[in-house]
């Protein structure tokens, strides 16, 4: 089986645009904080793949902040990152509920 045609081109962007992300955030010596592109990855999986899969790409997009070094993001906060990853996949949780619920009404109203 090929693997390109059995993951998703929107699984796919989402996966390189989180690890775009971690370059960047290593290349340039300081971590990419901003929610946009942790949110737009958990967007695109959460269109096309729902809920659950929208829900888990949030945790992967946190873990992913994290190897990117945007926690803490105060310095007064070292040593917190830990709830610093719960607000951001709570963060990101709300983004793939509102894709998922969005979608839904788009759907219902044809």
Known sequence: MNLSRAISLPLQIAVAILLLTIAISMAAGAPV??????GLAVTLVAWRHGAAAGF?????ATL????????????????????????????LSVIAAWIVLGKYVRDGRR
Do not use: N
């Open 56 to 60: 888990l790409f949030a945790g992967l």
């Open 64 to 91: 992913a902040a994290l190897a990117a070094g945007a926690f803490p993001t105060r310095i007064e906060w070292s040593g917190q990152e830990a709830g610093e990853g719960l607000i951001t996949y709570f963060k």
């Open 33 to 38: 904080r901003s929610i946009v592109p942790y």
